[in-house]
Structure formats: structure tokens, C-alpha cells
């Protein structure tokens, strides 16, 4: 270990911690060695009346201590000693994670509660011609408001800086001893921002009002697998903070029966059917080939239009003669090689409103994808809707 310190040329400095602990063994080693001149015959009660050195470490040993502060004591002894190597430390390390955070968290409070500092930060912007934007606080039971919190500081950050500089909160940031951002805390605000950029959209997509169907799951962790895996050029504190995104995110939609529903319904929702393998065309093919064949898409039949109505007997007896003269297994297969075969829709294409197009060209696959594409992506839609109506009660 020391040779890997000193090959990144770090010096470590001494534990004054166990100082207490060399004092205590050198006074009694001088006591050992000093001649007897006490008058006392009783040697034990002189044993019993010499001083020990109260230690975190001896006090522990004593039981004196709990098992919450030993952790404590010990926590704060491994800070103290590897408090020069915060890059090579795991990004959710309770001692060195929230450090930079926290000097940004604290600068926004500050910032917040000040009415000066707002009217200071306001004259800033307008001098730097910069957006004028209020500073954004991180909330613990919301997503992503550590993001938009960094991103929003980042981009008034300028204005921040211009503002501590002037007379009128000079000297109470002084007073208040707000710790200052060095070089590093803004870069690692940078790479945070860059890396959680992806996965902010990503939860935006997943919880939009319009269109949220369980289809763009697989796609969406998919890309996010691509965006969080390790590169070469990164550095320490992107490689770690892509490792314990990812490590999280990896854990999701294990179960097989749930991986199966996710495929299934990511090949029928027309956008991203070219995403998924083999697996799931077969898994289609085998529940339409177990469907009923009298069975249709539970949906509105539209109002004919005149010249439907003056042939509907015609068309109904053409239309049954077609479905007698193929079998159901025929007709699914013709209907999937025709929906294979079709280029993907736009992105921007609701994917319920395209089988609704599309369903005299493929009964049988409209019917099976209105059943998976229903299930929304998360249940953020519907949380909101509560949420809502708890404001309105």
C-alpha cells in the first residue's frame, strides 16, 4: 500500500490518535524502571492508584463506549488518515461523497435565504446578460433534484461567483464561513451533470403524461447500459459514479417472466421493434396462434360511412371467407412477416393510436398489442393524478 501511495505521490501523514496511546506505554515503562521509594507495603493498592490514559480506544475497550460510537471513532480515525485520497475513494462512501455537494447545497441555501443575495444575484445576471434564473434546493423525495440542482448551478455559476464578490455579501459569506469551491468540486459538477444527463431524460420518458407504455423500457436500459459503461479516458470519479449507477440499475426487470412481458411488448409497439431478437417474435407467434379466432380487439367500431352500409353484407360474407379459408396459424403468420417487414414508426408516434390505424391490417396482432401496450411504463402517471386531486380536495 505504501508503495501504491507513493507511486501517486501522496504523503501520508501520521494519526495523532494513537499519540495517546505511545504516551500511555512510555509513562509506564518509565514507571517500571524508577526505584520503589513509596513507604505504602501494599504493592497492589500503588498498582490499583496509577494513572491510565483515557484513549477513545482504551475507553472502548472498557465497554464504556457503544457499538454506534466505536463505529464513530473508527469512521472518523480511516477519514483522518485517507483524507488525501478522496479520488480513489467510492462515490458512495458516506465521508467523502456529499462533500463537494455540500458546498453547493450550502452556497444555494445561503443564496435562497438572503433576500440581498437575491437581488444581487439578479443585477449579476442582468450585468453578464446570463438567464435569469432563480437557484434551484435538492429535495430528498424527488427525482432527480440533485441533478437540477447542480445544472442549475453550473449555468448560474458565473453570476454566483460575481455575486461573492460583492461588497454588499462579501463580508456575511465571510461572517457565515461558506466554504469555498475549489477547482475540483467544479469539475466533479460537470462530469456529474454530463453523466446523469441520459438518466434524467431517461425518467422524463418513463413518467410523461403522453404515451408512457411499458415498449420503451428494455430500449431506454439499453441505452443507458451503452451511455454507463466504463471507458477508457475517464476518470476516477466517472468510472465510479457510472459503476454505481449502472450496479443499481442492473438489478431492475430480473425476474424472467417480467424480462418476457418487457420483450414482448418492446416488439409490438411499432418504434422499436427492430430492437428486440428472435425470443420474442417466437413468444408472438405462439400466443396468436392461441387465440381465439372468433376473438377481436376489444375497441369502438367507427360509424360506416354510407357506401359501407349500402355493401355490408357483401363485405361481411367476403371477410368470412377469407378467415374460413386460412386457419388461424396462416393468418398469424402472415400478419407478423407483414409487420416485420414494415420500416419502424417516427418516435413521436403514439404507439396505441398506430395499431388503432392499423387494425383491419392486422387483427390479430392489434388485439394481442393493445393487452401489452396498455401497462404503463411507471406509475408515475397515475401518482400524479392523486397528487392532483389531493391539491384540489
Known sequence: MIKHLRLHRIQVTECRVFESLSQASSNQSEQDTRPDVSINANSSQAVDQTPQCASPFTIAARGQMSAQQIEECHRKVTAYFVKRLHPFSDVESPTFSDQWVAKIRTVVVWMKRRSMAKVVLREKQQLLKMPQHSLILDVRTRWNSVYLMLERFTEQYPAIQAASLDQRLRKNMAKDRLARLNEEDFRKAEDFINVMKLLYTSTICVSSEKSPTCGQILPILHKLEAHLSVEEGDTVFISNLKKQVWANLAKRYQDNDIRTFLQVAT???????????????????????????????????????????LFAEEEAESKLLQQSSMSIKKRADIELNMYQEMPPAVLSQDPAAWWWNERQTFPLLSNLAFSYLCVQASSTPSERVFSTTGDTI
Request: with cysteine; net charge positive.
Open 267 to 309: 416488439a409490438l409497439d411499432p418504434r422499436f421493434k427492430h430492437k428486440v431478437d428472435d425470443i420474442a417474435w417466437a413468444e408472438i407467434l405462439r400466443k396468436l396462434k392461441l387465440m381465439d379466432e372468433q376473438q377481436s380487439p376489444a375497441c369502438k367500431i367507427p360509424r360506416k360511412t354510407p357506401l359501407e352500409e
